[in-house]
């Protein structure tokens, strides 16, 4: 179990890349980090989730 952003979800294995497009984030338009260390944009594709990860995913949303 991973915990993201403070829920508790059954994504052990998979890449961060993936989590995030099955979740409709746009990867251009959040940070993430997981146990403390922010994930360069570049690594997302090869960042795979441990069982007991904790991460918090940041989107950002434009607006005037």
């Known amino acids: 179990m991973v915990k993201i952003n403070g829920?508790?979800?059954?994504?052990?294995?998979?890449?961060?890349?993936?989590f995030l497009g099955d979740n409709r984030y746009s990867c251009?338009?959040?940070?993430?980090?997981?146990?403390?260390?922010i994930v360069p944009?570049?690594?997302?594709n090869e960042t795979v989730f441990q069982d007991g990860d904790s991460v918090e995913i940041v989107a950002?949303?434009?607006g005037g």
């Open 7 to 18: 829920e508790m979800k059954d994504c052990a294995g998979e890449t961060l890349a993936a």
């Open 28 to 37: 251009a338009r959040v940070a993430v980090e997981i146990n403390g260390d």
């Open 41 to 44: 944009k570049a690594k997302y």
């Open 60 to 62: 950002f949303v434009g």
